[in-house]
């Protein structure tokens, strides 16, 4: 059953309709027999049902009763027919094979070729309905992503969406390697259970001490183990969850301006964050004389520095550094402009 899933749709369809086929023909040649040899021979029905099975299987035992000379006839009929058709199936069923060995094998190898020549991806441990999510969102942003799954059934999804997989346990750290986690950016880790979370960012952090880890919780006594494990950032769905719903009572409003931003709804309005290279033209810059809300239309909500941290609504007067990180609203177009000046 393993490797049926694996095959992909249009291989599975054939061999479910030659299934189906097969089952038909073996049900007609059986009925064009029995009957056959009722009307000619006016055997009992059990008695020509059984002649008509060892007449199909060839297996050579005596006959019923003398055949009449239409009874040869149809006999020998019925074995060519019958021969041509199990032949037939045979080879079908053979090339069906054949092709799924060789889909499987080069698929591989092609899908292990894709995994080795990524760099700076992102690792998904666990493709669940937030591992769905996640990679649904990596794939609009076109990030590069590795999902480790080890259910045959996920399996078959992830196959059917054309994503980048490695079957195996993401406790292991020969399935990670196989991932490509050294040259991995990050890592998010969405398996079911905390303590299968805790232990793989555990060793995803023996393996790479520089990767961004991220992983789920479902507690607070979990959120401190995981970062005490290793973990860059802990989130947990059920908190999350309740503050957002709190959100709405308390402020409907700014969860409103949340979804427009976050979820791209309604206002063609986005929030991203850019990172300045040494040889942006931005360096050296205030954020007065970089003129970005006259040039790009897009408004600047933070800068974050790797050493102070974020600052908020920083002031005209505020220089860009190499390294800093800007966080900046507005429209797709202008963010696309503002980022040709990061780099």
Not at 79 to 103: D, N, P, R, W
Not at 104 to 130: P, V, Y
Not at 152 to 177: K, Q, S
Request: with cysteine; charged share 20%; hydrophobic share 45%.
């Amino acid at each position: 059953m393993d490797l049926f899933n694996k095959l992909p749709i249009y291989i599975r369809s054939k061999i479910t309709y030659h299934g189906t086929l097969v089952l038909f023909l073996l049900f007609f040649l059986l009925a064009i027999g029995t009957i056959g040899y009722h009307f000619i021979e006016g055997w009992a029905w059990l008695d020509c049902l059984y002649m008509t099975i060892i007449t199909i299987t060839t297996v050579g035992y005596r006959e019923i009763g003398p055949l009449s000379t239409v009874g040869k006839y149809f006999t020998m009929g019925l074995i060519l027919y019958s021969v041509i058709t199990v032949a037939y199936i045979v080879g079908y069923f053979t090339k069906l094979l054949v092709e799924s060995e060789i889909f499987l094998f080069f698929g591989r190898k092609k899908l292990e070729k894709h995994i080795q020549n990524l760099s700076d991806h992102t690792i998904i441990c666990g493709f669940g309905r937030i591992g769905g999510f996640i990679c649904q969102e990596l794939k609009n942003a076109n990030n590069p992503f590795v999902i480790i799954e080890n259910r045959p059934e996920a399996i078959t999804e992830i196959e059917e969406l054309g994503y980048l997989y490695v079957m195996g346990d993401a406790t292991h750290d020969e399935t990670l390697i196989h991932a490509g986690i050294r040259r991995a950016k990050a890592l998010v880790t969405v398996v079911e259970t905390d303590a299968d979370n805790l232990f793989i960012t555990l060793t995803a952090r023996g393996l790479n001490p520089n990767l961004f880890i991220l992983s789920r919780a479902s507690d607070e006594k979990t959120e401190k183990k995981l970062l005490l494990a290793g973990a860059t950032k802990v989130v947990s769905p059920y908190k999350m969850g309740a503050q957002r719903m709190a959100n709405i009572i308390l402020r409907p409003a700014v969860v409103d301006f949340a979804e427009v931003v976050f979820q791209k709804r309604g206002l063609n309005l986005q929030i991203e964050e850019f990172t300045l290279s040494s040889s942006s033209k931005l360096v050296g810059n205030t954020l007065k004389k970089s003129k970005m809300r006259e040039r790009f239309g897009v408004i600047v909500v933070a800068i974050k520095r790797p050493a102070e941290g974020m600052l908020f609504n920083p002031p005209p007067e505020e220089t860009f550094n190499p390294g800093d990180t800007i966080i900046a609203l507005g429209e797709p177009e202008g963010l696309e402009k503002l980022r040709n000046m990061t780099t």
